[in-house]
T-cell receptor, first 114, second 116 residues
Framework: DQQVKQNSPSLSVQEGRISILNCDYT??????FLWYKKYPAEGPTFLIS?????DKNEDGRFTVFLNKSAKHLSLHIVPSQPGDSAVYFC?????????????FGDGTTLTVKP | NAGVMQNPRHLVRRRGQEARLRCSPM?????VYWYRQLPEEGLKFMVY????????ESGMPKERFSAEFPKEGPSILRIQQVVRGDSAAYFC??????????????FGAGTRLSVL
């Protein structure tokens, strides 16, 4: 039972265009969502997050949108740059009294062509 | 402030040997998580620990795998009697105990285990 799904294993876009990465979840208890970026031979690094009380969070070229009714979130990167080429993981956590254990999707490999 | 440190970066073991993977969390972080990434797959949660306590080990295989986070020293992921299927990248992450950042995990560079 995969609670966080990234249905597109890969995405290719042209430099300067918009990249849209999608993520679906099934657990209605999730209340915090994160995107991580991973380069080869490195660990994932935190990119941007959103709480369930919001529907949008923006940080520079990166915007995350949350649609709670559809249990769907997306990451928009605009304009896309070749350095954005990496694997992007969506993650979700449920509220508890401790630091949040996250459930990760399988990742989407983004390739930005110059 | 050093990040999450994992060592070794690469580990080669023959079938039947033991593998010990170490993780030192970021300073001030009391929560440690271990993940495994098999080739062509995503990150799979294995275990969540606090100092001297296992909080959630629902992702740990029932046999041969164990984890600890002692009061002093790094967290250790131990794999006994390794098999070829254990070959993977093992990532450790840490997070702070409270505050707005408590949901964010900071990852190490991983240990790549190869079983011959």
């Amino acid at each position: 039972d995969q609670q966080v799904k990234q249905n597109s294993p890969s995405l290719s876009v042209q430099e300067g265009r918009i990249s849209i990465l999608n993520c679906d979840y099934t657990n209605s208890m999730f209340d915090y969502f994160l995107w991580y970026k991973k380069y080869p031979a490195e660990g994932p690094t935190f990119l941007i997050s959103i709480s369930s009380i919001k529907d949008k969070n923006e940080d520079g070229r990166f915007t995350v949108f949350l649609n709670k009714s559809a249990k769907h979130l997306s990451l928009h990167i605009v304009p896309s740059q070749p350095g954005d080429s990496a694997v992007y993981f969506c993650a979700a956590s449920a509220p508890n009294t401790n630091a949040g254990k996250s459930t990760f999707g399988d990742g989407t490999t983004l390739t930005v062509k110059p | 402030n050093a990040g999450v440190m994992q060592n070794p970066r690469h580990l080669v073991r023959r079938r039947g040997q033991e593998a010990r993977l170490r993780c030192s969390p970021m300073k001030g972080h009391s929560h440690v998580y271990w993940y495994r990434q098999l080739p062509e797959e995503g990150l799979k949660f294995m275990v969540y620990l606090q100092k001297e306590n296992i909080i959630d080990e629902s992702g740990m295989p029932k046999e041969r795998f164990s984890a600890e986070f002692p009061k002093e020293g790094p967290s250790i992921l131990r794999i006994q009697q390794v098999v070829r299927g254990d070959s993977a990248a093992y990532f450790c992450a840490s997070s702070p105990n409270r505050g707005a950042a408590k949901n964010i995990q900071y990852f190490g560079a991983g240990t790549r285990l190869s079983v011959l």
